[in-house]
Structures are given as C-alpha cells and as structure tokens.
C-alpha cells in the first residue's frame, strides 16, 4: 500500500508539543496508523509504503530518551524493505531525522533541521518540501495553526502529483486531552473532500472554540449592556425565564451554564464578571 503524500512532523520547544501534519490523494490518510506522537518522547510520520511498526517500535524507543537518528537507524536495521519506505521524526530535543528509500516514487526526498522533518513522495516537485520547511522555518505562532499553515505552501508549491483527497493533524502536549486524561491535544482528520487542507484548517477553527484557552484580550468584562444583550438571547433561546435586567445573578448565571453546556463551550466559561469573546459572539449570533 503505497502512501504518497507530503507531510511534516515537528517540535515547539516552547510548549514542548509534538505535531504531525499531512496531506494525500490517499482516503482517511490520517486514520492509516502513520502518525505518531507522545509528550515527553517524540513524533514519528511514516508513508510511502508505510511500515506502522515505526510507531509501536519507535515511540517506546524515543521515550527512553534515544534520539531521533538513532532510533531512525534502529528502525531501518529491522526493516527488510526499507528501499520502500518513508518517513520524518522529532525526538525531545529537537534533533530530526527523515528517509527516503530508493524504491519512493519521484519526486521523493526530505529535508530535517532543528525541531521538524519534511518529507513527500509522488510530488510534482521539490519544491513541495522545501515550502514545508520554509514555512516552518519563518513561522510563528500556536504550533497547529503552522503545521497547517506549511501543508497550504506545500500544496500552492506543487503537492501530490496525483491531486487532493486527503489531511490530517495531531498534535501531543502533556495532560492536553479533554479533561486532561491524555496527550492528545489535537486529533482531526479530513477523510474525503476536495479541498482537504482548507476543510482541515476551518475543523481546525473549530476546535480552537471548543477546547482552546481564552487569551486575555478575549477576557470581555460583563457590563450592564452586554449583560443585558446577554439575557435577552438567553431568553429567546429559552435558556432564561426572567425579565432582563442587566443584572449578572444566579439565575443568568445558570441560564448561562446551560447554554455554554449545551453548546460544548466548557472550556471557555470564566470565572467573575468575565466573558469569553467568542462566547459571547457567539451567543449574540445564534
């Protein structure tokens, strides 16, 4: 089974998070086992003719704190059909490793520096990767919104020569699940569709609403007004029963949590007479 894609596996040092973003004219390209990350260890994509023991074997190894060559080289030793194969990793220090077997598909190669890996096969050209590691390179910001950010110049430089289909993003940070029981910080897949890096990146908007963090210049304080407004939709959203007042008490406050429950903002409900921007946009919009 042959993998063509192009795809980029990185590290923040400041996060410390872990990411892998690709993208194929392959279905479910992201559900196939070629992306593997864990906080503290390291990431690891692999494709072409993909070998998804990589990930079983070598995350394990990364963990123990061996570093990316040579977990690369460890892997390579195991594998007899290594001239098929394809694939970048990070470890926990930054240092990187990609590889390209001679029995890839033009174009194939990669590029590895401090803290990524970029790698693709059945390209249209080179300078698909080198659009991954420019990207990277000269970007800033949350590490998703990069890693998407580099599949969009690589795929505007030449992409798969086969066309779109296909993308996926994870990303790992300690304790960053849902509730904080696992790693996962973001899991999302675009399976089947047309434009996959652009439906990747509005999923990807998406879950910054859900699950992100307020950022202070999004801490709105609640005045007379915006309460007011705010219990007006309550109420015609049927969350709230009383008059508007422009008084945030404890029965706007529950109306308030019902919606916010409702709606999966959870993670967004502050505490004191704050809200969240988006929340709050959000409401006034529904």
Excluded at 65 to 79: C, I, T
């Amino acid at each position: 089974m042959k993998i063509a894609t192009f795809s980029i596996v990185a590290r923040d040092p400041e996060t410390e998070e872990f990411g892998i973003a690709v993208q194929s004219k392959f279905l479910a390209v992201g559900s196939r086992g070629i992306c593997w990350a864990k906080a503290g260890a390291g990431a690891i994509v692999t494709q072409a003719m993909a070998n998804f023991d990589f990930g079983e074997i070598g995350l394990p190894i990364l963990e123990k704190g061996y570093s990316a060559e040579q977990v690369g080289r460890a892997l390579l030793e195991l594998d007899p059909n290594k001239a098929d194969r394809q694939f970048g990793i990070v470890d926990a220090k930054g240092g990187s490793f990609t590889f390209t077997g001679e029995k890839c598909f033009d174009y194939a190669g990669g590029i590895c520096g401090e803290n990524f890996a970029a790698q693709g096969n059945i390209l249209e050209n080179e300078e698909t990767v080198k659009a991954l590691v420019e990207t990277f390179q000269n970007s800033e910001g949350p590490l998703a919104k990069r890693l998407v950010d580099c599949l969009e110049a690589a795929q505007s430089a030449g992409g798969d020569r086969r066309g779109r289909q296909a993308a996926a993003l994870y990303i790992a940070r300690e304790g960053a699940s849902y509730g904080g029981y696992n790693d996962t910080a973001v899991d999302l897949r675009v399976d089947d569709h047309p434009e996959p890096i652009q439906e990747l990146r509005r999923l990807l908007e998406l879950h910054e609403l859900y699950f992100g963090q307020t950022k202070e210049e999004d801490r709105l304080p609640l005045d007379e007004e915006m309460i007011l407004k705010i219990q007006e939709k309550l109420k015609e959203l049927e969350y709230y029963k009383g008059e508007p007042n422009g008084t945030w008490d404890e029965e706007t406050q529950e109306a308030f949590m019902g919606f916010a429950g409702w709606e999966n903002y959870e993670e967004r409900v502050l505490e004191g007479p704050y809200i969240d921007a988006l929340v709050y946009h959000a409401l006034l919009e529904k």
